[in-house]
């Protein structure tokens, strides 16, 4: 485990109320070869009558695929309920013939009824508890698209079960579905519960984002990791990620990061305030790192903050990297503080909350562009925010400003390094493998380095028969695809996996963050794409190989829905596709944002170069392509 800190700044007032704050950067190791830790885990699905359709029929699908990924070291409850509960498998160890009848009493599965959200997950939560022996990764997941409108339905008594759950082990993640759930309350559950609040927009969604957070469970690798910060007694610290905190019997604070995945990174802003003191005395802060297993204990680090006047203060430097965090994750508090007003209708209150948080930013800004910008970007949204607004776009809206605080991805996982510095392409037919040789031929010739070593598997034959083949690849197909690869090709840091088959959405592709692959469709690039496939794949190569470029880089981030010839736009009209080839570049906003990220824009400036060239105009004859 690697912690290292760094301080805004290293003086404080002698008059007191010098507010400071620390960047911790963390590193979680790579999980090795030996046996992880046992899960407890209780899936709990929403049966209620708002579920029938898709909805339902992709939560079992995805209770069924998850189930299938649990060995018989772990625990598996599941639970259905509307206004009436039925434990469809009490806890029980994940034999096969323990997830068989599972599987049975989930496809038996139908919509009904009204819903005792408290009641439903408070069922699983004890299942889970009746075998918790404190050596496991005991998770709930709450499926829901609903409200809690039967049992208990008061939000602060549900945060405060959530609370006490974790107190004892076991970490609740919620997924609110579609446009009818209460996300202020499902994040407040998955705050206080110490797990992930996710919101799937579509059904199609729900199997990705639930392996996605079930496959967190199976990689942790620091269990109930903490912060430990020893202080001088007077002085008051505080997340400004609003990780909860505790108090030790030693008087240490502890910032509660909850447990740990193989290769995550994290960030957290610890936030100090200091009172008054001589001057020239020092106010010694020690920080370590520690989990319930002490298996990765790092430190602690001391760092020295010195009393001195105002003038000395006033012109002390101060390390911008950690303004800019600060000033980002201020913008995101407030986005959550004026989305939630805007909720409850008061909508003047939502335009002050934002304006007043851009008047701070702006204040100690200075010339800083980084910090203006994030100034700028949070006052162009008061318009928005402070007016009625599309449901799903609040929600969408909440649910980034969340993920934001919690560091964690657009999807709602979290962000981890990769294994390995290369990317392997998985052709599906002779055509693509002669484009993808041209397209990576090219890439190595520029030269790109950006994804490290890029090779074309030569086994694409064998890997297509131990897949679905299906003109529409389904969600849980789809993730199929995922898991061979990285079974096969488990080696590489990256693998971009081409189909013939059309995603179930149409999108061009997807990204798996859990099993770090692309999954890319080529269905209907003949007629959608007047150039050569070589330049699609390349810029498939290049739009997701920046995630070996850094940990990161979120595409969901940073696509936009207009179309300007920039890598990143988002294309709704597939027809877009053919200028984004032909005039590809970076747009302003993009490139700041990869900045940021230490992506060198001169090699994206030559990788964009070679898809740009590949994409000149082809003559198309009747036959195809000519």
């Known amino acids: 485990m690697n912690l290292t800190l760094t301080p805004d700044r290293s003086l404080i007032r002698v008059a007191g109320e010098s507010v400071r704050y620390v960047l911790a950067n963390i590193e979680a190791p790579l999980a090795s070869g030996k046996q992880r830790l046992p ?69 038996r599965l139908e919509a009904r009824g009204t819903t005792d959200l408290a009641g439903g997950w408070l069922s699983g939560c004890r299942e889970i508890a009746e075998y918790l022996d404190g050596e496991q990764i005991a998770r709930c997941l709450l499926l829901t698209d609903g409200l809690a409108n039967r049992g208990i339905t008061d939000h602060h008594a549900l945060a405060m079960h959530a609370h006490e759950l974790r107190a004892r082990g076991i970490v609740t993640s919620t997924f609110g579905i579609g446009a009818d759930f209460d996300e202020v309350l ?20 729900i199997p990705g984002l639930l392996r996605e957070e079930l496959q967190e469970g199976l990689d942790v690798v620091a269990a109930q990791a903490e912060l430990t910060i020893v202080a001088p007694r007077s002085v008051q610290i505080s997340s400004l990620n609003d990780f909860p905190l505790r108090t030790r019997a030693d008087g240490a604070t502890c910032i509660q990061l909850g447990d740990l995945v193989s290769g995550q990174t994290l960030a957290p802003l610890i936030r100090l305030e200091f009172p008054a003191g001589e001057r020239g005395a020092r106010a010694d802060i020690r920080i370590g790192l520690d989990d319930r297993e002490h298996v990765c204990v790092t430190g602690p680090v001391i760092l020295a903050f010195e009393y001195a006047g105002h003038s000395a203060n006033d012109t002390q430097p101060r390390d911008r990297s950690v303004d800019c965090k600060v000033a980002r994750l201020h913008a995101a508090r407030t986005r959550r503080q004026a989305l939630s007003l805007n909720r ?28 203006q910008a994030i100034a700028t970007e949070l006052d162009a949204e008061r318009a928005r925010l402070s007016r009625d607004m599309d449901i799903m776009d609040r929600k969408h809206s909440y649910f980034f400003s969340i993920s934001d605080l919690k560091l964690r991805s657009a999807s709602g996982a979290s962000y981890r390094r990769s294994r390995a510095h290369s990317m392997v392409v998985v052709p599906c037919s002779a055509e693509s493998q002669q484009a993808t040789a041209r397209a990576c031929h090219s890439l190595a010739r520029a030269p790109v380095a950006l994804f490290g070593r890029l090779r074309v598997s ?8 131990e897949v679905p083949q299906a003109a529409v690849l389904e969600p849980v197909q789809e993730n199929a695809v995922v898991d061979a690869a990285h079974a096969r090709w488990h080696e590489e840091g990256l693998r971009l996996v081409l189909t013939e088959s059309q995603l179930a ?48 880089y979120d595409l969901l981030r940073l696509a936009h829905d ?13 027809q877009d596709m053919e200028i984004k080839l032909q005039t590809m570049h970076l747009c302003a906003s993009c490139s700041g944002a990869l900045a940021r990220l230490g992506v060198d824009l001169d090699e994206m400036a030559r990788a964009t170069d070679v898809v740009r060239e590949l994409a000149r105009p082809v003559r198309v004859t009747a036959g195809g392509r000519g």
């Open 39 to 107: 899960l407890n885990f209780a899936l709990v699905i929403d049966r209620s009558g708002s579920m029938r359709g898709d909805k339902l029929d992709q939560a079992r699908q995805a209770a069924v695929y998850a189930l299938g990924l649990l060995s018989p070291s772990d625990r598996i409850a599941v639970v259905a309920y509307d206004d009436q509960i039925d434990v469809l498998m009490p806890s029980t160890e994940a034999t096969p013939e323990a997830i068989a009848a599972a599987t049975r009493r989930i496809q």
């Open 186 to 205: 499902l994040a407040r559950v998955a705050e206080a519960g110490g797990g992930t609040f996710r919101l799937v927009k579509d059904a199609e969604e």
């Open 344 to 371: 409850d209708g008061d909508f003047r209150g939502a335009e002050r909350a934002i304006a007043a948080c851009v008047r701070r930013i702006r204040e100690y800004a200075g010339n800083d562009a980084e910090l």
């Open 458 to 465: 030569e086994s694409w034959r064998g890997f297509r028969s």
């Open 505 to 552: 959405d149409n999108w061009f592709s997807h990204w798996h963050a859990v099993g770090r692959t692309a999954v890319v469709s080529l269905h209907q690039t003949a007629e959608l794409v007047g150039v050569d496939l070589a330049a699609y794949v390349a810029y498939e190569i290049l739009l997701n190989g920046l995630n070996n470029s850094s940990p990161h």
């Open 562 to 574: 207009e179309t300007r010839g920039c890598l990143f736009d988002f294309c709704a009209d597939k």
